[in-house]
């Protein structure tokens, strides 16, 4: 079955440093991959997402290549803020069978980023 | 915006209750879905549905049921709360079937069982 491996947290950083998220996935099909993030308290808000291989997702300064040779989709940033401090999660989107496609994600990675 | 909104932000209820978390989405969206979402596991699914009264079992069904009588709305249904269904719930919708189409997430609903 597809699964979904990301670094485990929690991640703390100083403001302005590098980040990155390091997510590889299995699947049996051709997925879409996703970043999703969840700030304190709220709801996942899709961060960024690459539907082939070869495919750069950009959003808010993050970055993530879909790599199909080593199944990775790693997300990263050259500057974080105390802003992007959340919950990060990496996903993939693969037919389900039951006529509709599903996700499947990764088990979240806090990054808290200090001043 | 795409705004999917459920109906509580906490709940507490008892074990042996019947619970009923609703979840409303506004853009019209085939695709809906109930996760958990607990610490160090992640998000996973419990049910969704691509059309009215339309339901498909996700990882873990067991305990719970769903209820589409409307395209907008879709219902999970705690027959029997039980204390290891205390969780954050997160309702998502999605346009059409396909591998790219973005979820949709509402707030959660954190539900504790007694």
């Known amino acids: 079955g597809n699964s979904v491996t990301q670094m485990e947290g929690p991640v703390t950083l100083s403001e302005e440093a590098f980040l990155t998220i390091n997510c590889t996935y299995t699947a049996t099909g051709y997925p879409s991959l996703f970043w999703y993030v969840q700030y304190p308290g709220e709801g996942l808000q899709l961060l960024l997402k690459?539907?082939?291989?070869?495919d750069k997702g950009s959003n808010k300064g993050f970055e993530a290549t879909y790599r199909k040779e080593t199944t990775s989709f790693h997300l990263e940033k050259g500057s974080v803020q105390v802003s992007d401090s959340a919950v990060y999660f990496c996903a993939l989107s693969d037919y389900s069978g039951a006529g509709s496609y599903q996700l499947t994600f990764g088990k979240g990675t806090k990054l808290s980023v200090i001043p | 915006d795409v705004k999917v909104t459920q109906s509580s932000r906490y709940l507490v209820k008892r074990t042996g209750e019947k619970v009923f978390l609703e979840c409303v989405q506004d853009m019209d969206h085939e695709n809906m879905f109930w996760y958990r979402q607990d610490p160090g596991l992640g998000l996973r699914l419990i049910y969704f549905?691509?059309?009215?009264?339309?339901?498909e079992k996700g990882d873990i069904p067991e305990g719970y049921s769903v209820s589409r009588e409307k395209k907008e709305r879709f219902s999970l249904i705690l027959e029997s709360a039980s204390t290891n269904q205390t969780s954050m719930y997160l309702c998502?919708?999605?346009?059409?079937?396909?591998?790219?189409?973005?979820?949709?997430f509402g707030p959660g609903t954190r539900l504790t069982v007694l």
């Open positions: 690459a539907t082939k291989a070869d």
């Open positions: 549905s691509y059309d009215v009264k339309m339901k």
């Open positions: 998502a919708s999605s346009a059409s079937r396909s591998s790219y189409n973005e979820q949709f």
